[in-house]
């Protein structure tokens, strides 16, 4: 138990060394991707607190992730907020909207809260486009360019990188300290047995709520620093397959490992704004010629993916890993 | 938003046209009670499904078969491809927790969407369906033959599948399955076989929906991702385990949004989904078990 305490505390230092150096390591336009796929891992972080401890299902975090969005480009376009203290306040926002979706869901199993937060997921793109005054409708809002505050230099695409990676080792402590400490195990024992928890005293809903809350949370500033980043805001930024993204990659990667995150969080990076190179690089193979305005190919082979790694690994990628590498990563890793 | 003046002829061609969506959401529903009675599991591949088999009815079409030869064909394709689908990617996670089901059918919808754009590119292209789109005279009541065409062929293939369910042996096999899995093997139903049917069902009840709606929407590769949630609320309103629940489900749905899009001009075109949305909320919070379903009871 020390010793697994102390591997993941290293492990978790060795992270910050890595994401302070990066930058000086690569150029810019690798570190603006690179803070993308922090932005997706803080969301994945998220939707892992809920799925992985709590047992919940969400098929909405890509409409909370929208939520975060929207709170940042409003307050910084409309109020003149600076867009560093919009993500905290996004965060917020976020974070109630999941405790009021988390109260029905105290009352829903598995499936009905798949069903509500895909709709959810479906329909959150009509309320912008309703309520066009205050969201900006189809347009959206365009925010300032990105650029570096306070007179560091730094680039604006390092900027963002070290923000995203600091607020996500930030948010990965916290992450961290949750699910091993009293409310980790709390939700394990809802998550296999709420008979069993409640029995023992356990308030369901309360900590089913604060799960939901939490992981809204962590998409709202998700969304609030992609807002930031990419400078606008408006319905299609976060499509709706997003959604499916986020719950798939989290299957696909592994629900409880750090590594499955990352690399689930690089999947949907790929898919949602590298998909043409990926159409790209396929064609760089022998006899294979694909028409670049036909995309979609990368689909195909994440959804390929996706349903062989659930049939034959069933644990995810990450789990896979574990069970290859045994017990140097089950102590690194493994919160179990 | 201006309603305009109220008349009787618009209310009824508004009822008319929110029963074609109705059947529509309907028949979807339907496909998915089928599914959900086999397999405990909602399918969130269906709507993909759908679509997949009116991109191959439309390039049938394309090829200058007509669509009434085009009909049966697809209809025997979509079965094989249900069937096949069962039989290799949700066989082997059958026994899991429905949550793998769910992402499987999950993988299997982006997939399936990915493989539309790479076969027939992205975009909305016009489909055109069997029924002209002109309208007749009905008690004075103008309207469109499109939208009898799809509530006749929508009930007629309910018709069927219900007479198919209740006087045939394969129906009456296929009802034990969903009913009780043990005892159904016991005298001698084979279970498997019965779950790759039900899907194969469902698959042709979703192709049929995909080529009614088509030519009232138009054909993209995500044309039923809304249709879906409409669907999905039509199947929670009737009750999920009860195929003549979601026929009447949708129907009720179809007719409700219409009107409350029409009629409620703070509603309008932009808040029928949130609508259907707030309705799945409402029937599993006051009534779980929808209109027609049966009560669970749980043993613990």
Known sequence: MRLKLGLEVLGLLVLALLIAVMP??????????????????????????????????????????????????????????????????????????????????????????????????????????????????????????????????????????????????????????????????????????????????????????????????????AGALYAIARAYMNPDVFPIILSVYLVAALALGGIDSFVGLIVGATIIYVLINRADDVTGWINHLPGVSLDSKRPGMPDVIFGAVLILVLITLRTGVGGALRRAFGPLTTRLYSRS | MLLGVFTWTEFAQQIVSGLRDGAIYGGLALALVIIYRSTRAINFAQGEMATFTTFIAWSLMNHGLSFWTAFPLVLAIAFSGGVAIERLIIRPVENGPVITIVIVTLGLAVLLNGLMSLIWGGGNRPFHGPFSTRTIDVGGVPISVQDIGIVAVSFALVALLALFFRFTKLGLGLRAAALNRQSSELVGVRVGWMLAFGWGLAAVLGAVAGMMVAPVLFLDPNMMQTVLLYAFAAAVLGGLDSPLGAVIGGLLLGVTITLLGRYVGFVGQALKLPTALLLILLVLLVKPNGLFGRVAVRRV
């Open chain 1, 24 to 221: 000086r390591l690569v150029d810019n336009f690798t570190a603006y991707e690179m803070a993308t796929v922090g932005m997706y891992f803080i969301a994945l972080l998220g939707l892992s607190i809920l799925t992985g401890y709590s047992g919940q299902i969400s098929l909405g975090h890509g409409a909370f992730m929208a939520i975060g969005g929207y709170t940042t480009a409003i307050l910084s376009v409309d109020h003149g907020v600076r867009d560093l203290w919009t993500i905290p306040i996004a965060g917020l926002v976020a974070g109630v909207a999941g405790l009021i979706v988390g109260v029905p869901a105290l009352r829903l199993s598995g499936l009905y809260l798949a069903l509500i937060t895909f709709g959810i997921a479906v329909s959150f793109r009509q309320i912008p486009i309703k309520f066009d005054h205050f969201f900006g409708g189809t347009t959206g809002k365009v925010l300032g360019l990105l650029k570096t505050p306070f007179g560091l230099s730094a680039t604006p695409e390092d900027w963002i990188y070290y923000l995203t990676w600091g607020i996500a080792f930030v948010l990965l402590v916290v992450a961290w300290l949750f699910v091993r400490g009293k409310p980790g195990r709390t939700l394990k024992a809802i998550r296999d047995s709420e008979i069993a928890a409640a029995s023992s005293g356990i308030s369901i809903a309360r900590y089913k709520m604060i799960a939901f809350g939490m992981s809204a949370f962590y998409a709202g500033v």
